[in-house]
Nanobody, 119 residues
Framework: QVHLVESGGGLVQPGGSLRLSCAAS????????MSWYRQAPGKERELVAT?????????RYADSVKGRFTISRDNAKNTVYLQMNSLKPEDTAVYYC???????????WGQGTQVTVSS
């Protein structure tokens, strides 16, 4: 059974940083196309950052986070990260880890972690 467990969320002041982690299990992690999404209150869930392929390092970011957020992965630890710098109040949302498992074509979600940016 696939499990995605996010951690690292919390309350941070504007301009601060957080690093989110997503620990994956139940599938061959290197075959997973990993992404981070977020959903703010009253808004639709949106893509924040993603790997374009599961084998290379090519990534894509939402325009609103380019230059501030960085997605990375450690296949040895079955973990994907989201480094968030220069945080703004509008980054406040629940952040979700997403895995598209290439061999099955199925998508899996974590339970989410709350990020609140406020002074």
């Amino acid at each position: 059974q696939v499990h995605l467990v996010e951690s690292g969320g919390g309350l941070v002041q504007p301009g601060g940083s957080l690093r989110l982690s997503c620990a994956a299990s139940g599938f061959t992690f290197s075959y997973g196309l990993m992404s981070w999404y977020r959903q703010a209150p009253g808004k639709e869930r949106e893509l924040v950052a993603t790997f374009i392929t599961n084998t290379g390092g090519m990534t894509r970011y939402a325009d609103s986070v380019k230059g501030r957020f960085t997605i990375s992965r450690d296949n040895a630890k079955n973990t994907v990260y989201l480094q968030m710098n220069s945080l703004k109040p509008e980054d406040t949302a629940v952040y979700y880890c997403n895995a598209y498992y290439v061999p099955s074509g199925r998508t899996h979600w974590g339970q989410g972690t709350q990020v609140t940016v406020s002074s």
